[in-house]
């Protein structure tokens, strides 16, 4: 309805299974990476908490579209700021798994849980395009 604004910001959740466990913050590479598509980033400064990232490209579509769809750029930086290689990500509402996606090109473990099939689908879908493309050396 045009009775409020429309909703553009996303709230990030870190949770671990112990509350002992320390969280990954790479500190480093939000810092000193490229992020171009984010013009509120600043070179070399360390990274806000607000970022300027677009709604997902037409192309991260192709296959169909989740009600929800994150942008790729905007998991990608999730999965790179907050986990190393082969550590596992859990994502209990994966829709059209772009998190899924994230991990897999950044040497992630990754589970996925979707009550709909369509979404799982689609997710099979998307990782088998990806899957392709890496081996093509077609980036995401």
């Known amino acids: 309805s045009c009775r409020f604004f429309t909703a553009s910001h996303e709230t990030l959740l870190w949770a671990r299974k112990d509350e002992k466990a320390k969280h990954t913050f790479n500190y480093e590479a939000m810092k000193n990476g490229q992020w171009p598509e984010d013009f509120i980033k600043k070179q070399n400064l360390q990274m806000r908490s607000v970022w300027a990232i677009n709604t997902p490209k037409t192309i991260e579509k192709r296959f169909g579209k989740h009600p929800t769809q994150k942008p790729a750029n905007l998991l990608k930086r999730i999965v790179l700021a907050s986990t190393n290689k082969k550590d596992l990500i859990l994502d209990p509402f994966t829709g059209s798994s772009t ?42």
């Open 99 to 140: 998190t899924g996606l994230a991990a897999y090109l950044f040497g992630r473990k990754f589970i996925g849980i979707d009550t709909e099939k369509k979404y799982l689908d689609l997710s099979i879908k998307r990782f088998e395009e990806l899957e392709k493309n890496l081996k093509n050396k077609l980036v995401l």
